[in-house]
């Protein structure tokens, strides 16, 4: 049987049914689990916490979110090594739970991500490079040194901020998961004003990711803006997909050991 | 009844500030037989008020075509309902509602744009529908004007906010900033849903369905939007805005976001349970209004208790409970033995209470069988009228004097055509073009709204002419979301610019390959106790009917927004509004609007008029032309089937309609849409005159198309008696290249210079993201 995985839905989030649609294509059971119901999530071997606005982005994107007693489960899970992944409001809310780039204080952040540069939401097609070993991020079993995934970048608060020292420890012990890049891999200035041109972090036991940016909303071909969606096949997996592959992978992995 | 009790009625309607006319309180107090509560007269306010009655309106509109076998639900309700096509056994419908928030969007823009969003996604939700998308036309004033840029900035933040909270993908729309838009913005808005055509839910009380519960679902009641209705039904007045910002409403996509959810649950269980319930949004008319029409659709009656309405303030007085409109609420009617379990996904599974203060689902009273509205307050009857006298309305024959017809062409013509004698005039016109405000680029609004989220988008905003969404997992089905409406038409003939409005919005879901399913309209207009000014109500209508009949397209669904004048006496410039729905059998067939190869024949379909009337060059050049361009519609038909086989066949790469600035303007911007820097080239006899010259900026409708296997192209023309013209090629170089008769270069622009142009007037207003 394949691995169950929560989607967790707190008041405000809006990324849920292509989320749940993107772990289904690749072999997982995936559902979601509302705020009110914390003790559904017992039963589950991941968890997912997608894109929107919980809780309206009261105090800082994903503050109040970090504190809702539905992410007790979700963080002692995370600090019991089961996979987290947190996508933009997600990601947010795992760095507002202290989970990344992580210090093993639950929700005590060191870095946050915080309002753009521009000081606007805006929402542009961005492509991202994996910036650490592959070993470094077991959450995507499988996945390639320097792997390029297309994505959306669609945020307010996408900015990585941190301490000088916190940034410093965030390169220096590979917590940079992804970086902007173009769609051939080079490294480009994030369109949010990123410290690091950084899209994700990753905990120190690799178990939880936090990417800003939608792999799900760049996963079949009839979302491609290109020459690449001119192949007839627009129901096909393609792009994004491959991140929700890995995942899916290390779950199985995990299942297998 | 006493003239002094009619009297008394009128006083008290005075005193109330409503806007019913003496006249209308007498019929009220007449029917009545008695002096009208508060409540009472300002229910009448708001049902009979111009925006929830068009009683002006409605005769004139009968003309508009309404049927066609692709109508699933046509105009009657809260919005109509298209067929998109069959997948796995079953007929999925995508339902249409077009609404606007002018005058609230005039007096506190950010929230008049953010509650016109709330209250249209309602218009859909309320069918039973999941809201797939949200597209908004908007007509700013000149941003020379200080005031005007404030509006337009907090337009643009409002449905950002909005949207992009609640999760619906902004998917199209189209900006004109024009003088007569200085103190009477529009804001308009189309809201699209998916729905299988056996799950629709109709807003009125089911048959057999006395002694139902009506439940009120959302947002605690407070004063604001108080007079909404009859505040939209009223000229602008400087001196008044302070006052009229109480009219309008607070919105909170937040609790939006979470009653939509909620609401999608309410529907998979009432269709486990085989349940047909009524639901029906709260707009214009608040509580009474609402409840009040969701009775009378249904041929039933109801009673009402106020004092069981969740309320954010104590001691709210009856009239404001009943009639205020605050937003984010809904009214169910469901049989009692299904109240618990309505109750229960609202309040405990989506807790409304935790997520905003006294947000809740609540029964509040009880459908009758009595044609009457009966509402208490601690048991003292406020109102209490016959439904189909207050949802019946009032019917106005305005006065009305038709404006004159554009003619078909105009000795100022020719000074455009003058201004192209010298060859290099071709390209040097073209930076003045792209820079203009209606040409210049909107991605920097674009990129301001999510364009993605729901992750069914295939062509976001700027990518083709139409926006298209895959709405149905796992199938191919495409819908196409198209806009039309140019305001310097409106201003040199209505009628002209119904016709046009109609055939840009259809060529625009042509052009992705999209069939047309079917229309639906906005109409904003000035003051129609005006002649003038209701003439061009009825001629632009007039237009609408003409080329929709001609194409062949029904209208499921509209809104019609008048008054829009300053007390200064500035009306808009006559502005319908219209979009069109297209659906596709297989969404492979849209196309992005960007070359896609180096050397590819770029044609023209459709020879120009000549006519220059309301042009962007004619305005670039300082030339004031009356002429306005012919619509064939025979023509236009076959054009546009012509692109869509094209598309289809894979004979057309890339396609867009000739819009503002012509068809060197539209083929410039696919060249800078080309992802791999592809460039024009423009030469040949058709620019080696100045008559061929000014014709690449002359907007009659029309096509431009990148072809792949022309041969095969020439035979599709042929096939639909279609001329084409072919002075343009694609190129490998990144530039716009003009050559002479022999192939030499006569003059070329790179396109990063062109696009530096086309883009900075509105990157630097609305600021644009950092390199992607």
Redesign the interface.
Known sequence: MSARVAVV?F?????E??TV??LQAVGLDASLV????PEALARFDAFVLP???A??DRVRAGAVAAHDAVMDPVIEAAQAGKFVLGICNGAQILAEAGLVPGTGERRRPTAAFAP???G???????HVKLNVAPERVPILAGIEAGAVIPA???HGDGRLAAPGEELARIERDGHLAFV?ADRHGNR??????SALDGAALVNTAGNVLAIMP?P??D?WT??H???S??T????APSGGIRFFEHFARALRLREAA | MTTAAHDDAVALGRRLGVALSDEEIGRIADHLGRIPTATELFAFDAQWSEHCSYKSSREHLKKLPTQGPTVLLGVGEDAGIVRLGEWEGETYGIVVAHESHNHPSQVVPFEGAATGIGGIVRDVLCMGAEVIGVADPLRFGRLENEHCRYVAQQVVDGI?AYG????VPNVGGDVFFDESFNDNVLVNVVALGLVKEKDIIHSRAPKDSLGWDIVLVGKATDRSGFGGASFSSLSLDEEDAEQNKGAVQVPDP?LK??IM?ASYAVFAELRKQGITAGFKDLGAGGLAGCSAELCAAGGMGAEVALELVSTAQKDLPPEVIAIGETQERLCWIVPPAFTPTLLSIYN????LP??ARGACAAVIGKVADTGRYVARYHGDVVMDVDLDFLTGGVRYSRPFELPPTAPESDAADRAVVANFDRPLALLTALPHLLGHRDVASRVSI???????????????PG?ADAGVL?PV??A?LGVAVGIGGNPRYGKLDPRRAGALAVVEAVAQVSAVGATPAGLTDCLNFGDPTIPSQMGAFVAAVDGLSEAARGIGVPFVSGNVSLYNRSSSGNHVAPSPIVSCIGTLA???VA??MGF?HAGSPVVVLNGPAGAFGGSVIADVLGVTSRALPAVDLDWFTRASACVRAGLQRGVILAARDISDGGPLTAAVEMAMAS??GFGLRIGGDGVASAQGRASQYDETPGYVVEVGDFAAFIELAAQHRLAIRLDMRTIAEPLVEHVDADGDRVAAIALDDLRRVWEEPLRDFY??????
Do not use: C
């Open positions: 839905v008041p405000g989030t809006n990324s049914d292509e649609r993107a509302l705020w009110s119901q894109g929107g606005f809780y309206e753009n540069t521009s606007r939401y805006q929402s542009v097609h961005v959306w970048a669609s902007y480009v200035p994030a369109p949010n004003g939608h799900e909303r996963a009839f979302q803006l290109d020459g969606r001119d007839g096949a627009m129901l | 950002a992009n909270a609640i999760g937040f976001n979470v959810r405990e599974l989506y807790s935790r997520v674009y990129q301001r709204y999510d364009g993605v989220v729901r992750g069914v988008t295939s062509l976001p990518y895959v997992p796992g191919p297989d969404v492979a196309r992005t896609k992802t791999e600021g644009a993201a950092g390199a992607a």
